[in-house]
């Protein structure tokens, strides 16, 4: 399932994405993302322009392995507040709801939060 990370420019999407990268995920997309309705799902991939390519802060371009037409599975937000207890939140994309959630991407936790809540859509309540 792809995580599709949103927030502002120098927000911390990059910086996350490469602590998940090297938590075991793979590259999607860096900066921008084509998302196309198949049926129910929807599907995340590069433009071919920027495919297998992410900005690493200080460092440059650089390459990197990537897959395409990943099933979108969760939306982050990294550019709002936190709220210790937030209500289930969805967006709509292409007339599909995907489930969101705001993080501090440059919390230590920040990848472990995401991988969870990727695993668990149904919080205990």
Request: aromatic share 2%; glycine share 8%.
């Amino acid at each position: 399932m792809a995580v599709m990370i949103e927030g502002a420019s120098g927000s911390g999407k990059s910086d996350l994405a490469l602590r998940l990268i090297d938590r075991g995920a793979i590259l999607v997309s860096d900066d921008q993302t084509l998302v196309v309705r198949d049926g129910d799902t929807l599907l995340a991939r590069a433009p071919m322009t920027i495919a297998g390519r992410i900005e690493v802060r200080g460092i440059g371009i650089v390459a990197m392995p990537y897959v395409e037409d990943v099933p979108v599975g969760l939306l982050v937000r990294v550019d709002g507040a936190v709220e210790r207890m937030p209500e289930r939140r969805v967006c709509n994309i292409a007339g599909i709801d995907v489930r969101q959630f705001a993080v501090d991407p440059f919390e230590a936790s920040a990848p472990i939060k995401v991988e969870l809540a990727l695993r668990n859509p149904e919080p205990i309540e």
